[in-house]
């Protein structure tokens, strides 16, 4: 960063109330005030405009109406990665689990001789912090990896974003099997499928790919029937030419369905790893509701799919 652009941001943090709040909210700095407050602030700082929870009409806005409105116990163990294990098993069967290697509450108790030589370590509620993704154990710095884990459990996820189903989330480490599939290369990683289900029913879905370094190096915003959807976001590159639909697509949806019944919303993330459909996770928000929408109108566009609960 330059020094003209260092100054310029000086000057905006401090004359800028919104940018401020915005930027020293990531930082933890408001981590103390009550959530609805909390929320039209980082709101009006993300958009520039207030917050509507009397009468929300956009997805975003559903979204933070849901965070403040609809607090279901089980939704927590449906964002525990290692407690919805059990949940997936009973409604689709445990055969589209990833298979698990181990869980511990402690980075220290990890018995990493005992592991093969390539695994997934993994907290069970947060999003990446701390995750380790080994290809070959003799590579591995095991100290530096217990590091992260420790950093990963000392996280509290909700803290930034409110998403108030990962705060009572017990705090362990999973190891689950690398998986590769036959058509993966060293360079292109897995395909990921998350299928946006609103009250049941699937109405979008990414697909994506995580290359060697990379995360989501491609993502593409599909209608169900495998077409480009007519809105994006501006966050990645779209595939150039869209990965082939998956030998398991209509299984992919039909659990979308099973998994997300009596849910307002969830996306359900799945794997397909040589022609067998594998679980990914459940997640509650897109972008903690704080996703920019093209073309313009698409906000309200996906908002008006979504039926919001009586309050819980």
């Known amino acids: 960063m330059d020094i003209k652009h260092l100054l310029e941001s000086g000057i905006k943090l401090l004359t800028d109330a919104d940018y401020r709040f915005s930027i020293l909210a990531g930082k933890g700095f408001y981590n103390n005030v009550p959530d ?10 993300k958009f ?12 975003n806005e559903k979204q933070q109406w849901l965070k403040l409105y609809y607090r279901r116990p089980d939704i927590t163990m449906m964002a525990d990665k290692y407690a919805v294990r059990s949940y997936v098993a009973q409604k689709i069967g445990e055969e589209h689990l990833v298979p698990l290697l181990g869980v511990w509450d402690n980075a220290d108790d990890i018995d990493f001789d005992a592991l093969p030589e390539q695994f997934v370590l993994k907290c069970t509620h947060n999003s990446g912090v701390g995750m380790c993704i080994c290809k070959d154990k003799s590579e591995l710095d095991i100290e530096k990896v217990r590091k992260e884990l420790r950093k990963g459990l000392a996280e509290d996820y909700s803290a930034v974003t409110r998403e108030w189903q990962y705060r009572d989330i017990p705090r362990r480490i999973i190891a689950e099997k690398y998986m590769k599939d036959a058509r993966q290369n060293e360079r292109t990683g897995i395909i990921n499928y998350k299928v946006a289900c609103f009250n049941g029913e699937p109405k979008y879905l990414y697909v994506s790919r995580n290359s060697v370094g990379k995360v989501n190096d491609c993502l593409s915003l599909l209608t169900p029937d495998w077409k480009p959807a007519p809105f994006y976001h501006g966050r990645y590159e779209a595939f150039e030419e869209l990965p082939p639909k998956p030998v398991s697509y209509e299984k992919m949806l039909e659990y979308s369905r099973i998994l997300s019944e009596d849910l307002p919303f969830v996306r359900v993330d799945f794997y397909e790893i040589d022609s067998v459909l594998y679980f990914g996770e459940l997640t509650f928000m897109v972008a903690s509701g704080f996703t920019r929408y093209q073309p313009e109108g698409t906000d309200e566009l996906i908002g008006s799919w979504l039926t919001l609960p009586e309050k819980y």
Not at 36 to 45: F, G, I, N, T, V
Not at 48 to 59: A, D, H, S, V, Y
Request: glycine share 4%; hydrophobic share 25%.
């Open 48 to 59: 520039g405009k207030e917050l509507n929870l009397e009468n929300p009409q956009t997805f």
């Open 36 to 45: 609805e407050e909390y929320l039209k602030k980082l709101y009006r700082s």
